[in-house]
């Protein structure tokens, strides 16, 4: 029995030394990607979360302390002013307004290059009690790792385009 073990033992520690290297520097950049695709979409459901919740806190987690929002012909410069816009301004945070906001997942895109990418999805807010889509906006968005978080530092906003 002590020879079985110590056999399978053996037989697992050369095969380990002769395949157990470590992963490719291909393998380990294509990972990073999946994980910086990964963490970029998560803004989106947190904005979604966010507007959903009228949870103005959250939004702002999603901010470089610098970006630029522009929303039609006003720009909004740094996390106070944005911050301001949400508050007072935007549809989804109004206290009447009991919206769900969501994007259907073919209206995502993202890409990443190194620290920087970009993400483009859809809101589209729905009342629930009346069972209508009562507003939809695009969001462009500029995105970088910033302190190890992926932020958003310029967003436009604008309604679609049907067929993009």
């Known amino acids: ?22 992963p490719s520097s291909t393998a380990q950049a ?26 103005l806190d959250m939004m702002m987690l ?5 970006a630029r929002f522009n929303v039609g012909a006003q720009t909004f410069t740094g996390k106070d002013q944005i911050r301001n816009f949400f508050a007072t301004k935007a549809a989804p945070f109004k206290s009447t ?8 997942a073919y209206k995502i895109k993202t890409t990443v290059n190194g620290n920087k ?9 729905v009342d629930p009690s009346t069972k209508t889509v009562v507003n939809v906006v695009g969001a462009n968005q500029e995105v970088a790792r910033i302190n190890g978080k992926w932020l958003i530092t310029s967003s ?9």
């Not at 999603?62 to 610098?66: E, G, M, V």
């Not at 307004?97 to 259907?104: I, R």
């Open 1 to 22: 029995m002590v020879r079985i073990v110590f056999g399978g033992l053996a037989l697992a520690v050369s095969l380990a030394a002769c395949g157990g290297s470590a």
């Open 30 to 55: 294509d990972l990073q990607r999946q994980a910086d695709l990964y963490a970029i979409d998560q803004i989106e459901v947190k904005w979604h979360e966010a507007a959903s919740t009228h949870d």
């Open 62 to 66: 999603l901010w470089a302390d610098n």
């Open 97 to 104: 307004n009991h919206w769900v906001s969501e994007t259907p």
């Open 117 to 125: 990418g970009t993400l483009y999805f859809e809101c589209h807010y």
């Open 156 to 164: 436009a906003i604008a309604s679609p385009v049907l067929g993009e």
